[in-house]
Structures are given as C-alpha cells and as structure tokens.
T-cell receptor
C-alpha cells in the first residue's frame, strides 16, 4: 500500500514552454502533498506544500507564479513549470502525506533545452 | 529548508565491511527518517525513528537517535555491492514538512 506515482517520468522541452507534472496517490487519499526539487549531486529541497482545496504554500525563494500547483482532488496534485528555462532542468519529486509519514513518487526528470 | 548535515560526504568501503554515517539537525523533531537513493532514481524509505526512541533495527540497518545532541547515525552491517547509493536523513517537524540532509554517497567495492 501507500504508492505514489508521477507522470511523466522524464520530459524534454524547449525553453519558454510550460510543462505539467502529475503526482497521484494510488491507494490512499492525501490532503497534503509536497513538491521537491533535486539538482545533480545535491539533496532534496522542499519547494511547496500542496493542500487539497486551498492554495499551495511556497518555501522562501520559490516563485509561485513560475511553479503553479493545483491540488484538485484528494489523490492528485499537479506542478506546472511555466516558461521553463534551462536553469529549471532538475529532478522533481513529489510526496503525499499518508497514514504514518510521507510517501514519495519516483520523480520526474525535466530537461529544458 | 535544509537543516540536516551529514557526514561523511562520501564513504568507500570493501564488501562485507560496515558503513556508518551521521546526521545532525538543529530544531526539535517529530521523527527522523533515513532514505536511500540510487543514481538518478527515486527515494527508498529505509527506516523511521520517533523522537522518543533511541535505537531501531531493520535487517542489516541500525539507526540511533540522540535528541540531546540532535544527532542520528545509520549503520549498515556486512555491506554489499547493492548498497552502493546515496543515503539521506530527513527530519519531520510539527508541520509535517521534511528537511533533508546533504547526503552521504556510499560506494561498496567488490
């Protein structure tokens, strides 16, 4: 149990385009989901907390207009990277708060050309 | 935010040896967790230790927690080549957010 999926697993896009990443809790409901970003050879950095039915809360230094988060249901949160630039290339990982702790998705590798 | 610090940054050991890595944090926690990440892959949850626990075992893993020193250690016994990965500690706080340490890269030589 407590499985979280992400889609797509990898994406390559041109600079200036927008990319949407989905995070789904498959066998449990999650009122709270989290989005992390990980640059090569670095640790995970929390970007934002996604709350079902309300606005996401962003960590300091994360642009909310650039990283749009929508938590439309108890099993789905989406992260849209708007007007992506090469410096946005990274590994994006979501997690969903489950019964005991957070459960992580497998990650999405974004490459912006 | 990232509040955990881990040492060493990198560790290279021979198969069969034990590997120990440490994690320190700054503020009070609900629990501390250890994760493994193979290169370019997602996180694998290894073990969770609550703030009122001092030691926990899971297979070849042993985790200790010293809340007075705000530190934790992860011991992997009888290491195998498949243990080669990056290991991260993460502290959970009252707001359920996780703060990750910088990670320790472990290489197990055959």
């Amino acid at each position: 149990g407590a499985v979280v999926s992400q889609h797509p697993s990898w994406v390559i896009c041109k600079s200036g385009t927008s990319v949407k990443i989905e995070c789904r809790s498959l066998d449990f409901q999650a009122t709270t989901m989290f989005w992390y970003r990980q640059f090569p050879k670095q640790s995970l950095m929390l970007m934002a907390t996604s709350n079902e039915g309300s606005k996401a809360t962003y960590e300091q230094g994360v642009e909310k207009d650039k990283f749009l988060i929508n938590h439309a249901s108890l099993t789905l949160s989406t992260l849209t990277v708007t007007s992506a630039h090469p410096e946005d290339s990274s590994f994006y990982i979501c997690s969903a708060r489950g019964p005991n702790t957070q459960y992580f998705g497998p990650g999405t590798r974004l490459t912006v050309l | 935010s990232q509040q955990g610090e881990e040492d060493p940054q990198a560790l290279s050991i021979q198969e069969g040896e034990n590997a120990t890595m440490n994690c320190s944090y700054k503020t009070s926690i609900n629990n501390l967790q250890w994760y493994r990440q193979n290169s370019g892959r997602g996180l694998v949850h290894l073990i969770l230790i609550r703030s009122n626990e001092r030691e926990k075992h899971s297979g070849r893993l042993r985790v200790t927690l010293d809340t007075s020193k705000k530190s934790s250690s992860l011991l992997i016994t009888a290491s195998r080549a498949a243990d080669t990965a990056s290991y991260f500690c993460a502290t959970e706080h009252n707001d359920y957010k996780l703060s990750f340490g910088a990670g320790t890269t472990v290489t197990v030589r055959a």
